[in-house]
């Protein structure tokens, strides 16, 4: 999700269902992005770092290790999941409201470069055939599009969208299955407080993370300072994955406290 800060969806009643989430599962109080724009966040969330990143370019590929790099060598499936990305792969900077800033997965170019994974960055319409093929990956990444993720349109607009989308997923998770969600930023010129969260202190505002699904905690609030570092440690970790770029810092701490 997108520019939103803690305070605009947690109590909101224009976003209901998020809110019932939280109060259902496990909500993170004290998790922080950690930059502004968007770009940054989206790398180091599958990346472990913003690689130097400072903007939405959209001609900045990145010559890295990556999530995909350590799901494929351990045999872990996975797939990401773009709303109104007009075909699998599509390396466009934008269509209709996809918008490739919100797509890290297309900015490592061993992920581009290599057809058999590039394949695997596909529309969001592809995820209603999965789960009803019941084949839904172990690691799946969705990113709404510009007005389902709050970027361009409100929370009441985002929060319909999941409520209509998350309940077909959640079920399908297994039983030890978790969904993770969070947003990239909070508004644009946010910041958090140095040492707020850590390596580097995030910069990029407090934000919503919820952790729901059979294997989130139930009905937990958990003020432990988080950023998207911790959250990429939470999937390594899970894993049994090596940790990239900063998650390897002994200062970012896992999500294991929103876990049940």
Not at 118 to 147: R, Y
Not at 151 to 173: A, E, K, R, V, W
Not at 179 to 201: K, Q, R, V, Y
Request: proline content about 8%; charged content about 10%.
């Amino acid at each position: 999700m997108e520019n939103h800060q803690y305070g605009d969806i947690i109590g909101n009643p224009q976003a209901p269902y998020i809110n019932s989430l939280a109060h259902h599962y496990a909500l993170a109080t004290n998790y922080h992005a950690l930059a502004h724009p968007s770009l940054p966040n989206y790398l180091a969330l599958i990346g472990g770092s913003s690689f130097g990143v400072q903007s939405d370019c959209t001609d900045c590929p990145v010559s890295a290790p990556n999530l995909v790099d350590q799901l494929e060598a351990h045999g872990i499936s996975w797939k990401a999941y773009m709303e109104d990305m007009p075909s699998p792969c599509f390396l466009g900077q934008g269509f209709m409201k996809y918008a490739k800033k919100h797509d890290p997965f297309l900015y490592f170019t061993d992920i581009t470069r290599t057809p058999a994974r590039c394949d695997k960055v596909v529309p969001l319409t592809e995820l209603s055939a999965d789960l009803g093929n019941h084949a839904l990956p172990q690691f799946a990444f969705i990113t709404p599009n510009l007005c389902h993720d709050m970027h361009g349109c409100g929370p009441n607009q985002g929060d319909t969208f999941l409520s209509q989308l998350l309940p077909t997923i959640l079920p399908q998770l297994g039983p030890s299955g978790v969904l993770f969600m969070t947003w990239d930023e909070g508004h644009p010129g946010s910041s958090t407080i140095p040492g707020a969260a850590c390596c580097p202190a995030a910069q990029g505002g407090q934000v919503v993370t919820i952790a729901a699904g059979p294997a989130a905690g139930q009905g937990v609030t958990v003020g432990t300072a988080y950023d998207h570092y911790s959250l990429l440690r939470t999937i390594e970790d899970a894993w049994g994955l090596e940790r990239l770029g900063l998650t390897a810092c002994s200062c970012v701490k896992p999500m294991t406290d929103l876990l049940s």
